[in-house]
């Protein structure tokens, strides 16, 4: 029996004759992937022999640098491919890197113009010019620069600096220039034209608003129609130039429908045509209207009178009652003014006047006083307090300013006889002046006499 070996195209390699019970091909080289034919010559049927037939690898040969072909058939066997083989030499300036005889990676080193600079890096890589010099600096060698002194070639865009050219480009003669934009032919480039379509060398514009009289719609106007405008009026919004060049708006909100609009209604929410906004004493005394503001009043009941004024307080059975605290004012009138006729203790009024700080809330610059209900009416009930709490600087006695209060025992400690006034003190000892606004007491009290309880009118405590 014999066994040969045959390659891909027949051609024979090796004969290989028994050896015991097996047929070896010993040291024959087999590269990955290839194609041979066994041919077994036998003097009987194989089958009748009872032949069996395997292939094994005893060996493999190294293959060092890992290319697919080991080391006793690579002709390179420590760089991966065969002599010849594509590389990369990673130098940007050669090209048609292969292995060489000695298995190094080299190409040909490219410089068309031989200038010694290749030509991936040479400026003018059809011109020698070892210099490289590159006077306007667009990266184009001067020798091959058809603009050695523009930055970039004929019909490169560029900047001519003319504001009324377009589509500025190099010419022939290395010019930067542009085409002028003037599409009415005015001499006045469209850039500037204050009328682009229609022919104005004067550029006149008689209302300043840079639409040129020639092609302005509305010429003694500010703008044109459609254009925004101020009316001047505050009760109208979207002001706009309309087909009679007359600045005009639409009304504004009134939310309140009092014929007043919301921009200049100093109370939007409460309809008050031709009076002023609705407060209570409350929102006046705790500063929630702010001072200046012109208020009504309304239906207050008359607690006290003076020369030029009058005290009104919260009663603590109306409506609207919050507490006694910030619940009495003074409406200063001026001096026997006849506005003072209608505030008539016990008696309701309604008032107009302005929130004034002349050390306390009151009002003042009084228009309006009208009697709501003549009366009388009872005053509301004094709120007993101790004399600490009604003295000057004690945060109660800015509340209770105009609120009718009730007071313990105290003795007068001191008396200014001629304008009425004395000082009680109480056995803390607090002390407070007591003046004749109001009420004047007959006989005058004296030094050391004692009162064992009292109730001091509005404004005693002032």
Request: proline share 8%; charged share 15%.
């Amino acid at each position: 029996m014999a066994m040969h070996l045959l390659d891909v195209t027949g051609a024979h390699l090796q004969l290989v004759t028994p050896s015991g019970s097996c047929l070896e091909l010993i040291d024959y080289p087999i590269a990955p992937s290839s194609t041979f034919y066994l041919v077994i010559e036998a003097f009987a049927d194989l089958g009748q022999l009872n032949f069996q037939l395997s292939v094994s690898q005893n060996n493999t040969d190294p293959d060092t640098d890992g290319d697919g072909f080991c080391d006793p058939t690579d002709n390179c066997p420590n760089t991966p491919g065969q002599i010849g083989s594509p590389c990369n030499d990673l130098d940007a300036c050669t090209v048609n890197d292969v292995l060489n005889s000695g298995c190094i990676c080299a190409g040909t080193f490219a410089d068309g113009d031989a200038d010694g600079i290749c030509d991936l890096n040479d400026n003018c890589p059809g011109s020698g010019n070892a210099g490289q010099e590159d006077g306007d600096l667009d990266g184009i060698g001067d020798v091959c620069d058809q603009c050695p002194l523009a930055y970039g070639q004929e019909g490169s865009s560029c900047n001519d600096g003319n504001d009324c050219t377009i589509n500025d480009v190099l010419d022939a003669n290395c010019n930067c220039v542009g085409i002028d934009f003037d599409v009415d032919d005015d001499g006045v480039c469209d850039f500037t034209d204050n009328c682009t379509t229609t022919p104005n060398a004067d550029q006149a514009d008689s209302d300043g608003d840079f639409v040129g009289d020639a092609c302005d719609i509305c010429p003694g106007a500010n703008g044109t129609v459609g254009w925004q405008c101020n009316d001047g009026d505050p009760c109208t919004v979207n002001d706009l130039i309309d087909a009679g060049c007359t600045c005009a708006g639409v009304p504004a909100p009134d939310s309140d429908g009092d014929g007043i609009c919301d921009a200049i209604d100093p109370c939007p929410t409460v309809a008050n045509p031709g009076v002023p906004c609705p407060a209570t004493i409350y929102e006046v005394k705790q500063g929630i209207i702010a001072t200046g503001a012109t208020v009504r009043v309304h239906n207050a009941l008359v607690t006290g009178k003076g020369e030029d004024g009058f005290f009104v307080q919260v009663k603590e059975d109306e409506p609207g009652y919050l507490s006694p605290y910030y619940s009495g004012l003074f409406v200063r009138t001026g001096l026997l003014s006849p506005l003072l006729t209608n505030a008539n203790v016990g008696a309701r009024v309604t008032i107009d006047g302005v929130i004034t700080w002349t050390g306390w809330i009151e009002l003042d610059n009084v228009t309006t006083v009208f009697v709501t209900d003549p009366g009388p009416i009872a005053p509301p009930v004094p709120i007993a307090v101790p004399y600490a709490q009604v003295i000057t600087g004690d945060p109660y006695a800015f509340a209770l300013e105009g609120v009718i209060v009730s007071l313990g025992s105290a003795s007068v400690t001191a008396t200014v006889g001629a304008i009425g006034e004395f000082t009680l003190t109480d056995a803390t000892p607090y002390s407070l002046v007591v003046d004749d606004f109001l009420y004047a007491p007959n006989p005058t009290p004296t030094v050391g006499q004692v009162y064992a309880s009292g109730v001091c009118a509005p404004g005693a405590t002032r």
